[in-house]
């Protein structure tokens, strides 16, 4: 992975609305090849964190730096990296059409295109559905789509808001062996979610936020064993963190 | 009702007997008025999702003033357009008054802020749920235009429909700038105009039966071609 953008450095990232911080003073980093997942209650900052980290909105203080990145910057940069989610949001194109699209601004060369567009879509299952206008799909092929989509140009790191939320299983199993086959090729993963069940089958390392700080970080299996603060066991417990 | 009559009887003669000067007539009011929605459409698309998706100081009063404008009288316009055409004006030199190409000029300018006004609203519509898609993917400028313009193609081709239905039933303009000259730049709604002051009512009326057919056809083939296509919008 010499080539990784990564490894990815959050430096006391600090994102306030209105004076009120949402996110304070949370320093992480995120290792070439590696499986991050973001745990914590719902209004604890996991996806204003996921998306201070992608860049899709700037922190008001602190810094995020890309070490591998060897200077790269804009546009090049976000070629490396994709993000998935929440609700899958398909071009009004047809399936193979949405690939391509992803792929052009990816920067993929014409001669890649079409290799990789095949790649994609039979790796999502969803080669003989390529001419299918892609919003007439279930929502779980939305979604296999949308990753497949994500992950169509090799991106040395994909940020996932919780992508399967509201799948049924069969979906969910499919979307979870999709990222685990591109983690295993190098892609870094980082991954909000709210299934605990997940979270222990995909995580390599934990990040614990609540209120809006990062509380935990830790390998997975130590944290699911013991974790250290109050609020990721009563989290982890079942019960109600406010 | 023995002129209703009569005009239904006429209207379907006129057509039927393949009457010359009604399909001159025809021809020139889609010529002149697809010829003006054309070029409102590109002017008024690109600048509508251009300022659909940028942010800068006065935004939003230069929204409400494309919105208003959606409202020029035909008359004002067609007067503009005459002291800017007229042999004294600025542009007298050209010799376009009293030509098809003056009567596309006004009804371009009365049609592009219909069309960027509504591109506007559409493409402001989709790059809300597109926004944070598109910039993960890094698409920006010219692309980002691209993308929303292609993907609310279907809803554009309404808003065309808006800008041709304003263009085709307008009569103030075209009769300022054109001059209803027969074989030259008689339109249909200045024929009609011309019939009912003469009090040929039911030619009148005959010639309004044929323009809403046309209008209809139109408006029935571009929702055909958006229908067919357009299964996979909004769902």
Redesign the interface.
Known sequence: MSDSVLPLSALNLRYEVNGAPLIDDISMTVAPGSFTVVLGPNGAGKSLLLRLLHGLITPTSGRIDWAGSGGLRGRTLRQRQAMVFQRPVLLRRSVEANVRYALKWQGAKPAELQEACEFALQRAGLADRRRVPARLLSFGEQQRLVVARALAGKPDILFLDEPTASLDPSSVQRIEALLVDANKAGTAMVLVTHDIGQARRLGQNIVFVHRGRLVENEAAEPFFSSPQSGAARAYLGGEIVV | MGDIQAAFSLAANLILTGDRDLFEIVGLSLSVSMTAVAVACAIGMTTGAAIAVTRFPGRGMIVILLNALMGLPPVVVGLAVYLVLSRAGPLGVLGLLYTPTAMIIAQAILVTPVVAALTRQVVDDLHR??D??L?????RGI?LVR?LLW?A??SLITVALAGFGRAVAEVGAVIIVGGNIDHLTRTMTTAIALETSKGNLALALALGIVLVGISLAVNGALSGVGGVAG?????
């Open positions: 749920e597109y944070e898609a910039k993960s993917l890094g698409v692309g993308t993907d193609r279907y299964r996979s919008r909004n769902v």
